[in-house]
């Protein structure tokens, strides 16, 4: 039989970094979660994309087990890495911060194709797109 | 807030909000917006309400963020977000000469029955290595058959809780040099040695950036993970001893192969896996060895 999940838990963790500090600490801390086994898995799963921050969802079991899937890193986290830019605009409609060509958005695209709610690679762009405005970056071609 | 000490001692500041449901991802990325920092979304499964958790650096922080949005700030204490951690109710058999408990009382309750073996207490604190994970375990167990206790020299690096300096200072080995990159994993190791009464150096050190050699010891301990044993393969082994061994841990089955890899300058001696988790024991060929080796080449000239 399934084990009874008694709370789903989403965060933002930096991979390969998570530690026992606040937010990861108290977080899972709270739900009962073994926190330095969470932090073992996670960071030995995430090992590989040193440097990203990766949405995770922690589901937690009522034996106080877990399980986590991790999802591919935001989509402005991802635009600002291409566009060399460390904070996005705080103006966007007023003030643009940088420009990406369409290559270069479509980039971002395959990596959160998986996680995109979008049929095919033109809507994902278009969403994307999205929050490339949003961050004051101008799409140009 | 302070920051973190080397056991959950301190209370942990919390903005928090309950929102409907449906609403919670959308809320709390405005908060996470709002606030410059990752909110967390906790939800029951078909639950109505969810709740979105900030953690501010200060209280003017939080209030700033619940002048914006609401919600409450708490104060939330060890006992809520440290203590309902699975507690350890028995101890851990290492081998047949030690055990780790919790705290002073099992410790207490265990040495009159227990005579003859030593008993090591390593509480739940805020650095990796309680004994209850596999990786620790089958490295302890690893340390616990290596055969040049107890008179050779250990390193252990990565040392977390400190709990395998400390077992193989009881274990008879009083050459130890232990460190850590991270500085609350440092005193929590210290911590526990005062706990225990041992003495073991615990240093705040990068193993990235020690000088190959640097350290000479019988047993090197590394419990860390692939990524970086497979990069610092060649530093680990610069600090073995011939014919000693190096224990190796925080590795997956399917990584086995590249760690073989780097550190083909040894050779495999064990290989043990606990709960899709290995542990690999490399040996560095003795001088003596060697030699003979290659006077048994001449003698067959």
């Not at chain 1, 009874?4 to 600490?25: C, Y």
């Not at chain 2, 209370?11 to 309950?18: E, Q």
């Not at chain 2, 055990?99 to 040495?111: F, H, I, M, T």
Request: hydrophobic share 45%.
């Amino acid at each position: 039989m399934a084990k009874e999940v008694v709370a789903t838990i989403k965060l933002q963790i930096p991979a390969g970094q998570a530690n026992p500090a606040p937010p990861v600490g108290p977080a899972l801390g709270q739900q009962g979660v073994n926190i330095m086994a969470f932090c073992k898995e996670f960071n030995a799963t995430t090992q590989k994309q040193a440097g990203d921050i990766l949405p995770v969802v922690i589901t937690v079991y009522k034996d106080k087990t877990f399980s986590f899937i991790t999802k591919s890193p935001p989509a402005g986290v991802l635009l600002k890495k291409i566009a060399k830019i460390a904070t996005a605009s705080k103006e966007p409609n007023k003030t643009k911060v940088a420009k990406l060509t369409k290559a270069q958005v479509m980039e971002v695209v395959k990596i959160k194709m998986k996680d995109l709610n979008a049929n095919d690679e033109e809507a994902a762009f278009r969403i994307i797109a999205g929050t490339a405005r949003q961050a004051g970056i101008e799409i140009i071609g | 807030m302070k920051p973190l000490l080397s056991s959950p001692k301190n209370r942990v500041l919390v903005w928090r909000k309950w929102v409907a449901s449906e609403k919670m991802e959308a809320f709390g990325a405005l908060a996470g917006e709002v606030a410059g920092k990752c909110p967390i979304l906790t939800s029951a499964p078909f639950g109505k309400c969810g709740r979105v958790d900030i953690y501010p650096a200060d209280k003017r922080e939080a209030l700033q963020i619940k002048k914006l949005l609401g919600g409450r700030i708490l104060n939330l204490s060890p006992d809520v977000w440290w203590k309902p951690q699975v507690p350890r109710r028995h101890p851990f058999r290492i081998g047949k000469r030690l055990l780790v408990v919790q705290d002073a009382k099992q410790k207490e309750n265990l040495a009159q029955r227990e005579k003859g073996k030593s008993i090591l207490i390593v509480p739940a604190g805020l650095a990796f290595g309680t004994g209850e994970h596999a990786t620790t375990r089958l490295c302890l167990e690893a340390i616990s058959s290596a055969p040049v206790f107890p008179f050779g020299a250990f390193l252990d690096a990565g040392t977390g809780s400190g709990i395998l300096a400390m077992a193989a200072k009881l274990m008879g080995c009083s050459n130890i040099e232990a460190f850590d990159y991270d500085a609350k994993a440092v005193a929590v190791a210290r911590e526990n040695a005062s706990i225990n009464g041992v003495r073991v150096r615990f240093q705040k050190k990068d193993l990235s950036r020690i000088t190959p050699g640097k350290f000479k010891a019988d047993v090197v301990v590394a419990n860390i993970i692939a990524s970086v044993l497979e990069k610092e393969a060649s530093r680990l082994l610069s600090f073995l001893n011939p014919g000693g061994h190096l224990v190796i841990s925080g590795i997956r089955p399917c990584e086995v192969t590249a760690m073989k890899r780097a550190f083909s300058g040894a050779s495999l001696i064990s290989k043990k896996t606990s709960e899709n988790w290995c542990c690999l024991v490399f040996g560095k060929r003795s001088i003596d060895s060697d030699i003979l080796k290659s006077l048994g080449n001449k003698e067959m000239e």
